[in-house]
């Protein structure tokens, strides 16, 4: 139980496009879902809490306005990086907590982006 | 500010052996730690969670101590395997809203 699934896995973009990342829970309702950023052999960085139904609480520093994120429904939460630029390549990852485990997060696969 | 410290430099060990990685901490008052499995170009994968009065977990070959005083959890991996061989993350919350703080991570490789 508590999948999570997150696409697409890699995208490759041109700079000043926009990219949206879907992170969807599979087999339980996600009352807050995070999105996390992650350079190589850095650690992860949260970016935002999202709940459903709510704007998102985003971390200082992470401009809202660039990243743009959505939690329509409690299986759903997307990220789309407005205006994409090289500095934005990084790899991002979603994880949602449950109703019943709520100190424990699960992850998705995450989704390199890469902007040229 | 709060810091999650762990060992950044890789850790080689023999197949069959206990691994030992480290994760300590300063100005969080925690009331839990958690410890995530990170294999390359994938999510954490979560694996324990200890309470700030526990003082030690197992689950299978893994086994995780929590010292309060020291700020320190402890997270060992016996009669390690090849499969083992991954980077593990310590984790807090930041106390806000469930989210968590990670360290760094330790890489850890088990060799045959």
Known sequence: GAVVSQHPSRVICKSGTSVKIECRSLDFQATTMFWYRQFPKKSLMLMATSNEGSKATYEQGVEKDKFLINHASLT?????VTSAHPEDSSFYICSARTGSAKNIQYFGAGTRLSVL | SQKIEQNSEALNIQEGKTATLTCNY??????????YRQDPGRGPVFLLLIRENEKEKRKERLKVTFDTT??????HITASQPADSATYLCALETGSGYALNFGKGTSLLVTP
């Open chain 1, 76 to 80: 759903l939460s997307t990220l789309t």
């Open chain 2, 70 to 75: 020291l700020k320190q959890s402890l997270f």
């Open chain 2, 26 to 35: 300063t100005n969080y008052s925690p009331a839990y730690l958690q410890w």
